[in-house]
């Protein structure tokens, strides 16, 4: 215990906190101003409309993240060492022919909608696919301008437009808007949505001088070809993800049930990332630190990171299961009164945030020391079993057997990809790492 207290009493650690504290503040303000743009839209149309809002809202984040071609982790590795090694021209490069990748991969993904048409009642070969379209290519430059920014500029620049403004933005809308013109459907709802983040994400661009000075070059279709084959590994493991996500459960909800259930699961899973905030936060903070260590193979420095970020978000992960276990009921009627009944599936999302917390953020740390490869491979064979047993469990069992599946997939995965960063990196990534520690040291 001495070990562990030591360890937290650190100067290292205090320094941690407090940058860590600036991105617990952004992701805080970024999970409050999401309850409360999700609160606005789910008051201001209809129980349906808001199911189908959430199926094209899912939708599009699946679709972005095909067309995003893995370039959002690969920016942000290569961007942390291009900057430390002042590569401003290499820097200017990777931004150009990445940016215009994932604006064509998102344009090409999207015919993924005209795919889901055919199954779904919901219409998406008229307005209703092209706002979907349009939605997901703003969550495609957004994602990647967020981790460009992440790897050369300060945290506050890199998430507040994205995190705050525009969800800040959609509120305001949603609040006031309704008022005058009326209650508004699923369609315009997805327009104004893509739209407001679209327009926020040219803004974001054009406010960073490095990056608005290198799209007065010329890009190169070699140069583009090149970051997409770079990131194919990163690419495959950002899908994995995609597949055993929350996203898919609620467009395949809003396949086989009725858009109300499809927006009660919807609310649960949003309210449920709540308790990933502070995970989020500590590795916004650590992320390139632990590419940087890792590249250096200075693992005395790699183990004090993860153990000290992870001590740090389990504690708060613990209260608010807690909270959500006593408090989720009313939680979920803040969004809809009707919600209320999905409480057992908020409960069942926030135990498999609990325990993924708890082991570390191991994809992202594998991603970020050269491991895609046997990520990629344990996600695979992880992600067929959820698939196989994700429509079963949601003809079933409705939104418990869905929030079921991806509990399960998160716990699965995390657990059983701690020992493959403890054989790769010489250290451990879980909150019980330094306790372990402690009581060898003892025995």
Do not use: C
């Amino acid at each position: 215990m001495k070990r562990v207290f030591n360890l937290v009493k650190s100067p290292a650690f205090q320094k941690l906190l407090v940058r860590g504290s600036i991105g617990l503040g952004l992701k805080g303000g970024a999970a409050g101003m999401q309850l409360l743009m999700f609160a606005a839209i789910a008051r201001a149309i209809s129980a349906d409309d808001f199911g189908t809002f959430g199926f094209a809202f899912s939708l599009a984040t699946i679709i972005s993240n095909v067309g995003s071609l893995g370039q959002r982790m690969y920016v942000l590795k290569e961007g942390a060492i291009l900057s430390d090694r002042h590569e401003d021209a290499a820097l200017g490069s990777l931004v150009r022919e990445s940016m215009i990748a994932v604006i064509l991969g998102t344009i090409a993904a999207s015919s993924l909608i005209w795919v889901v048409a055919s199954f779904s009642a919901v219409e998406l070969r008229g307005g209703m696919g092209f706002a979907t379209a349009f939605l997901a290519v703003g969550f495609s430059l957004a994602g990647l301008l967020t981790h460009l920014f992440r790897s050369y500029r300060s945290l506050v620049f890199a998430f507040l437009p994205r995190d705050i403004l525009w969800r800040l933005a959609v509120t305001i809308i949603f609040v006031t808007v309704p008022t005058v013109f009326g209650t508004l459907d699923a369609l315009s709802t997805t327009l104004v949505a893509g739209g407001t983040l679209f327009v926020m994400s040219i803004w974001h661009l054009l406010l960073d001088p490095f990056a608005r000075k290198s799209f007065s070059k010329a890009f190169s279709g070699a140069g583009v070809v090149q970051r997409i084959s770079a990131a194919k590994y990163l690419w495959v493991t950002s899908l994995l993800p995609m597949i055993g996500g929350a996203e898919l459960a609620t467009v395949l909800l809003g396949l086989v049930t009725s858009p109300s259930e499809t927006g009660m699961f919807f609310a649960a899973f949003r309210l449920s990332l709540v308790m990933e905030l502070f995970s989020r936060a500590a590795y916004i903070v650590v992320g390139p630190m632990i590419a940087r260590f890792s590249a250096a193979e200075a693992k005395e420095d790699l183990q004090r990171v993860m153990s000290q970020s992870v001590i740090a978000v389990t504690v708060p992960g613990i209260i608010i299961f807690g909270i959500v276990v006593l408090f989720g009921t009313q939680m979920l009627s803040l969004m809809n009164p009707s919600f209320a009944d999905g409480h057992t599936a908020f409960v069942i999302l926030a135990f498999g945030f609990l325990i993924s917390i708890a082991t570390g953020p191991i994809p992202a740390i594998m991603e970020l020391t050269g491991q895609e490869g046997p990520l990629m491979r344990r996600m695979f064979i992880t992600n067929i079993g959820y698939l196989v047993l994700l429509l079963p469990l949601v003809m079933t069992l409705g939104i418990v057997g869905a929030a079921i599946g991806v509990a399960a997939l998160r716990i699965v995965q995390h657990v059983s990809l701690v020992r493959s960063v403890e054989n790769h990196l010489g250290v451990s990534p879980t909150v019980w790492h330094p306790f372990f520690q402690m009581m060898g040291k003892k025995q």
